[in-house]
């Protein structure tokens, strides 16, 4: 199970270094964030090595896509990381299993086994804490960037039915992360 952290350092360097500056959600604490809240799943869900091994690299590689641009960035991202895991010796049944991590993360998000589900539950862990009005700003402010939405009003709407929508998948996200979305919906909906 080598070749993790000299994954970690490249991608890490590429993402510090090259990302786009407006990229004021989808930046290195966006992955730091995942990363980190696949760490409480591994220490939680008691999983194998070789699981523990493919979360933590599809969490850092997950939104590598954006160093290209946000249009299709799974589909791009899962392809960089595929180049990169290649040249740095690693097995193709490992570098598939990754690319199906990114490719779950894509909305609406479907994962087809476990780890999926945890890694989609760790992109949008915000979506349940308390800190998802921070967050949801600098979310807001890449959108607006991007001209996705120019409004306060369109971000609210974009907001309230992205929570609508959204499902948690993890049993400890449907317990633990599903009450505070709710708080916030209806925050948003009083508002």
């Not at 964030?33 to 999983?47: A, F, M, P, T």
């Not at 971000?155 to 709710?182: C, G, M, S, V, Y």
Request: glycine share 6%; charged share 25%; hydrophobic share 40%.
């Amino acid at each position: 199970m080598q070749g993790y952290l000299k994954l970690r350092k490249q991608v890490l360097a590429k993402l510090r270094g090259d990302l786009p500056q407006y990229l004021a959600y989808h930046g290195m604490n966006h992955t730091l964030d995942v990363l980190n809240v696949c760490e409480q799943y591994i220490r939680r869900e008691r999983l194998s090595k070789r699981d523990r091994y493919l979360l933590r690299m599809g969490a850092i590689v997950h939104d590598m896509g954006f160093l290209i641009g946000p249009a299709n960035h799974e589909v791009v991202g899962a392809e960089m990381a595929g180049v990169l895991m290649k040249e740095l010796g690693m097995k193709q049944d490992v570098i598939n299993d990754v690319k199906g991590l990114v490719m779950a993360t894509k909305i609406p998000q479907t994962p087809l086994n476990d780890l999926q589900k945890i890694i989609c539950d760790a992109d949008l862990d915000y979506l349940g804490r308390d800190d998802y009005p921070v967050i949801s700003v600098k979310l807001f402010a890449e959108l607006k960037h991007m001209n996705i939405i120019t409004t306060e009003q369109q971000w609210k709407d974009l907001q309230i039915n992205f929570l609508k929508a959204h499902r948690f998948q993890t049993a400890f996200a449907k317990k633990n992360r599903e009450p505070k979305k709710q708080y916030w919906l209806k925050k948003l909906l009083d508002s």
